[in-house]
């Protein structure tokens, strides 16, 4: 079965940083372009961001530009989600998904809540 | 990065069909076919239901199908169930190698 398991959301102050983390497991995780989005409160999806098989591309969302770094280790099967400099419209449920710009599966998500 | 264009609600019948619509510009929904629709109810992951316009992953009812025109694709549900009930958002490759999703679309079944 085609699993994805996010983790390392939590409540940061604005300015702060968080690392993200996902693992997967029950595909190849190295043949695949990964990809993490996000959902507001109440709000609608987001891209925010995705990485090729072996990490020689990756792009952003405008708004997280400079600010986040997406990565990945293709032998612990792990992507990641390095957030910097955060804010609070950066508050969301943030998830992992298989693949560059159609996703299957998700992940079941984590919450980040920037707030002072 | 706009989003693309979705209306806000729709309803239906149980039994009738719906069609909700997603528009983009030349950039995106136009110029790729890569448009895909999810289903999202509440407290949930979203589900893929369509990819590449109008295909069906595995396990999806064939009474969820896609299509697109131009700049806008178009996902149908046909003879409805309260189990069709949730949020439904479209989204496309873009242009600039980024993707963009609509608003979403919340359905309600009458």
């Known amino acids: 079965e085609v699993q994805l398991v996010e983790s390392g959301g939590g409540l940061v102050q604005p300015g702060g940083s968080l690392r993200l983390s996902c693992a997967a497991s029950?595909?190849?995780?190295?043949?695949?372009?990964m990809s993490w989005l996000r959902q507001a409160p109440g709000k609608g999806l987001e891209w925010v961001a995705n990485?090729?098989?072996?990490?020689?591309?990756?792009n952003y969302v405008d708004s997280v530009k400079g600010r986040f770094i997406i990565s990945r280790e293709n032998a612990k099967n792990s992507l990641h989600l390095q957030m910097n400099s955060l804010r609070a419209e950066d508050t969301a449920v943030y998830y992992c998904?298989?693949?560059?710009?159609?996703?299957?599966?998700w992940g079941q998500g984590t919450l980040v809540t920037v707030s002072s | 990065q706009s989003a693309l264009t979705q209306p806000a609600s729709v309803s239906g019948s149980p039994g009738q069909s719906i069609t909700i619509s997603c528009t983009g510009t030349?950039?995106?929904?136009?110029?790729?076919?890569?448009v895909s629709w999810y289903q999202q109810h509440p407290g949930k992951a979203p589900k893929l239901m369509i990819f590449?316009?109008?295909n069906r992953p595995s396990g999806i009812s064939n009474r969820f199908s896609g299509s697109k025109s131009g700049n806008t694709a178009s996902l149908t549900i046909s003879g409805l169930q309260a189990e069709d009930e949730a949020d439904y958002y479209c989204?496309?490759?873009?242009?600039?190698?980024?993707?963009?999703f609509g608003g979403g679309t919340k359905l309600t079944v009458l």
């Open positions: 590449e316009v109008n």
């Open positions: 990485i090729k098989q072996d990490g020689s591309e990756k």
């Open positions: 030349s950039s995106d929904v136009g110029g790729y076919n890569y």
């Open positions: 989204n496309s490759y873009t242009s600039s190698r980024t993707v963009v």
């Open positions: 998904a298989r693949g560059g710009a159609q996703f299957d599966p």
């Open positions: 029950g595909f190849t995780f190295s043949g695949f372009w």
